[in-house]
């Protein structure tokens, strides 16, 4: 695990083999898809490892004792960006059940890489905005164009930004330098931090297009 301030690398064993599987251009999207599950549940360990805890009593079938649970007073808010972050999403509701999900629908304009909002289910204001943990969910932190856009929401909703982790599986350089300088204070967890940026925008190395990958809509 490399830390460099709120950047995380877990370049776990686990997540360079599977990482080895999607990139490659002739994984199929169904290996595509059980490889970046197999990925998403260490880049959330290192996500959630920092939640609050507050301790409960409990009743074992022997006796009773101390436990620690989760913080109730926290709200932890899944938010993936659409389409790609779905792919994280599921896993992140199978680990954190009692999570709310509120997505984000972003496209990236082709020609300027600017982020075009489409859809928003987060509310229009928050109540207790300092007890919101926010898991932004995003495979592919490129230009950091959307990822800046989707932490703005949540920062003026008054989040603060110690409470926003932004979860990628591949990041480049200048997406991380653009959310490091925009939001110093947010955490990113990643698990690879390629070369660069082609100049459509596209991640190198990188993977192609996450979400045709995904949801199987490469166009040959
Ligand atoms: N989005 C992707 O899906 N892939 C990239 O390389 C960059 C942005």
């Known amino acids: 695990m490399n830390k460099e301030s709120n950047l995380y690398v877990v370049n ?32 959330f360990y290192k996500a959630t490892e920092d939640l609050e805890l507050e301790e409960e009593c409990v009743c074992t079938p022997l006796e009773t004792c101390t436990c620690k649970v989760l913080k109730k007073e926290n709200e932890i808010i899944i938010a993936p960006i659409l389409r790609a972050g779905l ?56 230009t950091g164009n959307s990822a800046v856009e989707a932490i703005k929401l949540f920062v ?34 990643t698990a690879s931090i390629d070369n660069c940026l082609n100049s459509s ?5 990188g993977l192609g297009d996450a979400g045709d990958r995904i949801f199987n809509t490469v166009e040959n």
């Not at 999207?29 to 998403?40: L, S, Y």
């Not at 008054?158 to 926003?164: A, C, G, L, S, T």
Request: a positive charge; proline letters at 8%; one cysteine or more.
């Open 12 to 43: 776990h064993p686990l997540c360079c083999h599977n990482l080895s599987i999607i990139r490659d251009k002739n994984t199929t999207a169904e290996v595509f898809r059980n490889a970046i599950k197999r990925i998403t549940y260490l880049l």
């Open 87 to 142: 792919i994280f999403s599921d896993i992140a509701n199978e680990i954190m059940p009692f999570a709310t999900v509120r997505h984000i629908g972003m496209y990236r304009d082709e020609e300027t890489l600017t982020p075009i909002w489409y859809y928003n289910k987060i509310p229009v204001e928050f109540d207790n905005p300092l007890n919101k943990i926010i898991l932004i969910l995003d495979p592919m932190l490129a």
């Open 156 to 189: 003026n909703k008054k989040v603060p930004q110690k409470n926003i982790r932004f979860v990628s599986l591949i990041s480049a350089p200048e997406g991380l330098r653009k959310v490091q300088d925009t939001y110093p204070d947010v955490k990113i967890i």
């Open 201 to 205: 925008g596209y991640i190198r190395p």
